[in-house]
């Protein structure tokens, strides 16, 4: 999960509500070393960078499932854009500052079986 904040203290609760939800997090705010000493003193799989992660750095950085960034501001609207134009998974966005059941990320995998013919029988006998 990366958790963006916007603040530090927002991007903090996003990380715990990762772990939470067994996920790892990478914290991006200003300030956020100072707040996720503790998640870090503790072992707890969280990377963190003091600073803001523009926008536009999504469409090519890999590595996570999801994002947090609280508020319906400009820079939400240009995270969601960035995301959106991604090749493959589609990565969620948060934008609640406090929403656990969204921290899990949920996949889907549909296998084509029309290279069976359509024939019900040949399905059925896969073991």
Not at 35 to 54: E, F, N, Q, S, Y
Not at 69 to 87: K, V
């Amino acid at each position: 999960m990366l958790c963006l904040g916007p603040s530090a203290e927002i991007a903090v609760a996003q990380a715990v509500q990762a772990l939470a939800a067994g996920c790892a997090a990478v914290v991006a705010a200003p300030g956020a070393e100072a707040l996720a000493k503790p998640l870090v003193a503790a072992d707890a799989p969280v990377a963190v960078r003091d600073g803001t992660i523009r926008p536009g750095v999504l469409r090519h950085s890999r590595g996570f499932a999801a994002v947090a960034a609280a508020g319906r501001s400009e820079w939400a609207r240009e995270l969601r854009l960035a995301l959106a134009a991604r090749p493959g998974a589609i990565v969620a966005l948060e934008t609640e500052v406090i929403a656990p059941v969204r921290y899990f990320v949920e996949r889907h995998l549909c296998i084509d079986t029309t290279a069976a013919g359509g024939n019900a029988s040949l399905l059925a006998s896969a073991n």
